[in-house]
């Protein structure tokens, strides 16, 4: 069973750091582009996050450009996201996923291009 777990999310004030984790188990990702998306209260998911299945690329949604980094670690199964100077509109629920087809040339930011999903954690910035 194919399975995504995120965790590392939780309460934190405005300019502070949080880094979240995305364990994947049950299949080997490491061909596969792995993203990060957030869906907040009332509004659609968006793409924050992505970095291709060698790690030699990343792309960044522009709200979070120059604060956020995603990583990966090939051996651990596992992707990263560290958010620095966290912003109250940085509050959602952050979702990691997998895209579904391997080895692709870029990353892409359509919801629909990712099969596998984590449960989702979520992430509350105050002001």
């Known amino acids: 069973q194919v399975r995504l777990v995120e965790s590392g999310g939780g309460l934190v004030q405005a300019g502070g750091s949080l880094r979240l984790s995305c364990a994947a188990s049950?299949?080997?990702?490491?061909?596969?582009?792995m993203g990060w998306f957030r869906q907040a209260p009332g509004k659609e998911r968006e793409f924050v996050a992505g970095?291709?299945?060698?790690?030699?690329?990343?792309y960044y949604a522009e709200s979070v450009k120059g604060r956020f980094t995603i990583s990966r670690d090939i051996a651990k199964n596992t992707v990263y996201l560290q958010m620095n100077s966290l912003k109250p509109e940085d509050t959602a629920v952050y979702y990691c996923a997998a895209d579904r087809t391997p080895v692709r040339s870029y990353i892409t930011t359509f919801h629909d291009d990712y099969d596998y999903w984590g449960q989702g954690t979520q992430v509350t910035v105050s002001s």
């Open positions: 970095i291709s299945w060698s790690g030699l690329s990343t």
């Open positions: 049950g299949r080997t990702f490491s061909s596969y582009t």
